[in-house]
């Protein structure tokens, strides 16, 4: 059974930081990309980060280049998405999801950017 399930979420203020965690399973993590999407209220899901089989390469959102680390731990099965500098625009409901063109994705978690 594949699952990949997100952790790390919550509510930060302006200017800190959170580490977004994706455990995965039931599929052969180190043949697929791993992405990072988000999707804010009343908004369409868009990709924040993604990082290559071998995590040597990595793609970023303009929005979010600087201040965002995508990583991920092949030996563990897991990826990360290192969040730094957050902003309320960041607020969202945050996936993870595995494969160039997703074919399996997290139920993804809340991240609240609030004072």
């Known amino acids: 059974q594949v699952q990949l399930v997100e952790s790390g979420g919550g509510l930060v203020q302006p200017g800190g930081s959170l580490r977004l965690s994706c455990a995965a399973s039931?599929?052969?993590?180190?043949?697929?990309?791993i992405n990072w999407f988000r999707q804010a209220l009343g908004k369409e899901r868009e990709l924040v980060a993604r990082?290559?089989?071998?995590?040597?390469?990595?793609d970023y959102a303009d929005s979010v280049k600087g201040r965002f680390v995508v990583s991920r731990d092949n030996a563990k099965n897991m990826a990360y998405l290192q969040m730094n500098s957050l902003k309320p625009e960041d607020t969202a409901m945050y996936f993870c999801?595995?494969?160039?063109?997703?074919?399996?994705w997290g139920q993804g978690i809340q991240v609240t950017v609030s004072s």
């Open positions: 990082v290559s089989i071998n995590g040597a390469e990595t």
């Open positions: 039931g599929f052969i993590f180190d043949h697929y990309y």
């Open positions: 999801s595995a494969g160039y063109k997703p074919a399996y």
